[in-house]
């Protein structure tokens, strides 16, 4: 597996990491336990190492922490904290004592003496970043956390942040089908020396080509409250779909597949993580890492994309204000 550095960081990890959300949370049933250790195992031996977790995917710490544990020193393990008692239904919360409470919390979940990155899950209108950013400082003075890390935040906060502690990474969405962060974000970061880690990369699966208008999730999977996920937009946005089928024939690769090469050739700071719930999915996600797209090639993608509208919102109404701050 190719290595990435974060930006300026110094951490190092894999050019493609595992998001291990969906193994228990948000898109439908969890996973069996042990299936799931099994996966995220598998993923490390085939040389993934950032694993992506956060307090509150339900009991997702828990199984990164039990299924990570016999690789301690060989991965970096990234969480988060930021919602009122890890409930992301329940209101932001990222006040300093919240911060260190959620810490300690987590690194007994994980099982590590460290967490490597430890990212806020969304800016907390309340809470100043300096003061988000100054509690985490502390964390890192006292060696529970290695790495800070912003999620989904704007440039304001980015730079304010930054200024209190240096921010390794910041992770948001992006992807061939949300490419908003090219406007600012991906400039800012290259200014400051910040990684980026692109959560659905594979746009919640659609770019896979598994996903149709005629497709049925299941009752619990959020992507029921997603506009772009309405069988109308999944309809309509089957054209990104089927230019990604055209471009992975050409390159004897997969369509997803190319929506991360895509990923990859935009910085070289950047890290996908993408999730799944199956291996061959997970061998053929980092098999990403060795498509290479040429400068021609991206020109001809990005000028067929142009032409592409995307149509459905990436977020509910209600979930979209948490963005962006």
């Not at 406007?183 to 996903?211: C, H, M, N, Q, Y």
């Not at 190319?258 to 199956?278: D, E, F, M, N, Y």
């Amino acid at each position: 597996m190719l290595e990435r550095e974060l930006g300026k960081s110094g951490l190092t990890v894999s050019a493609i990491g595992f998001g291990c959300m969906g193994l228990s949370y948000g898109y439908g049933p969890a996973a069996e336990r042990q299936e799931a250790i099994a996966l995220i195992r598998a993923a490390a031996e085939r040389g993934v190492t950032l694993f992506d977790t956060a307090e509150a995917y339900g009991p997702n710490e828990e199984l990164v922490g039990e299924a990570l544990e016999p690789l301690h020193g060989r991965v970096a393990i990234a969480t988060k904290f930021g919602f009122r008692n890890g409930d992301a239904h329940a209101g932001l919360d990222s006040r300093p004592e919240r911060i260190r409470e959620v810490a300690e919390q987590s690194l007994k979940r994980l099982r590590i003496d460290a967490i490597d990155l430890f990212y806020q899950h969304r800016t907390d209108p309340n809470v100043p970043i300096e003061d988000v950013a100054g509690a985490v400082q502390d964390l890192i003075r006292q060696g529970k956390v290695k790495h800070f890390g912003l999620s989904e935040a704007g440039p304001d906060t980015i730079r304010r942040a930054h200024a209190v502690h240096p921010v390794t990474a910041l992770q948001s969405e992006y992807s061939m089908w949300w490419r908003e962060p090219e406007a600012e974000i991906l400039p800012l970061l290259d200014e400051l020396g910040i990684g980026f880690v692109p959560f659905s990369p594979l746009g919640k699966g659609f770019l896979t080509g598994a996903i149709d208008d005629a497709t049925k999730f299941d009752a619990s999977d959020f992507r029921n409250t997603v506009p772009r996920f309405t069988p109308d937009a999944r309809k309509a946005n089957g054209t990104l779909v089927a230019l990604l089928g055209s471009i992975a024939a050409g390159k004897g690769a997969t369509p997803a597949q190319i929506a991360l090469a895509w990923l990859l050739a935009q910085r070289p700071s950047i890290v996908p993580i993408p999730g799944t719930t199956k291996l061959h999915r997970m061998e053929e996600n980092i098999g990403a890492a060795q498509v290479a797209l040429t400068a021609g090639e991206l020109a001809q993608v990005n000028a067929a994309l142009a032409q592409i509208p995307v149509q459905g919102a990436r977020y509910s109404a209600d979930r979209q204000k948490l963005v962006g701050k």
